[in-house]
């Protein structure tokens, strides 16, 4: 049988679509597979796909006719494009132009918009679902959004993201010294300073938490485009809270954490939440998208834009170190029950050769 000929399609590429594609494209290649990788090329500097084997072509995040026809000509022999986002999906079915080739989407995470946005949004689903062979989507509620929209075949694929690195060998304690958290609890939340990231209702939560002795603080490790509103608000309401950017020490901030706190209005499988599950650092999450089917009972979930309820659960969790401790042990076993990287290989192989294997010659009596 001929070598296997995969292209992965990256758009944008949030974090953890992009270390899947790597993770991916890694083990493919160790199984012998042939695989192209298209991204932007900021992609390539920070996530190294050609490191892995995989060839990489720059294509950029965009629909116009030369970004189309870069795309086009990478897919030239390929016997299966796989596009990561809905807009990856659309721009890899406009490239393959009605050529049978099997286009697998993965549907990582749910795009946010309002009013009119809204609407181009959802037609923008229904043209990434419809076009797709077939549609795996990284929660539950996502294969059920796929075929809503009127995909063909949508199954879960809970795609493993990679470990993080191990704590580098500084002590909680030095790193609670650096952040202004000695001798009052301290509480993390990690990701990219937006809307949908709840960071709103967590401030409201933290003003909350100044009735209590110690007074706790938050520190947020991200960049985005809420951080003016966030710091002029911080301000304004004399908040503890620290907004400290964007961090490539991210274990050894939930190391030091008493909790982590995850504020989203919606998640598929938070990067976060694995992080933190991973360290045993006891989290406190919205009850949204695929978070629940993640975390088990490994962590305390509140309801979504709720910052009264964020607010009880964890000064609940801050009075009550017995269930800290017991959040803490937990979350290594929930994670261990998660698929792993090869189980995630396996299943994106299996999806390949099925939609790859030749028609099985008609019966004669």
Known sequence: MSQL????????????????????????????????????????????????????VPVPRRSDPAAVASLRAACEGADVVHAHGLHSAVRAALALGGRSVPLVMTWHTRAHAEGARRSLLHLLERRAARAASVVLGTSSDLVDRARSRGARDARLAPVAVPAPRAPASVSDGKMRAELGAVERPLIVAVGSLVPHHGYGTLLDAARMWRRLDPVPLLVIAGEGRERAALRRRIKAEDLPVSLIGSRSDVPELLAAADLVVL??????????????????????????????????????????????ALARAVARLLGDPAERERLAAAGPRQAASWPTEDDTIAQMLSVYDELVQPLAPPRTR
């Open 5 to 56: 000929r995969t292209v992965q399609v990256l758009g944008g590429g949030s974090a953890g679509s992009s270390a899947h594609v790597r993770s991916l494209a890694a083990g493919l290649v160790a199984r012998g597979v042939q695989v192209t990788v298209c991204a932007p090329a900021a992609l390539e500097r920070a996530y190294e796909f050609a490191a892995t084997g995989a060839r990489f």
């Open 263 to 308: 504020p989203s209005r919606w998640e598929a499988r938070s990067v976060l939440a694995q992080e933190a599950l991973r360290a045993g650092a006891p989290l406190v999450a919205t009850a949204v998208g695929g978070v629940p089917e993640l975390v088990g009972d490994a962590a305390e979930l509140v309801p979504d834009a709720n910052a009264e």
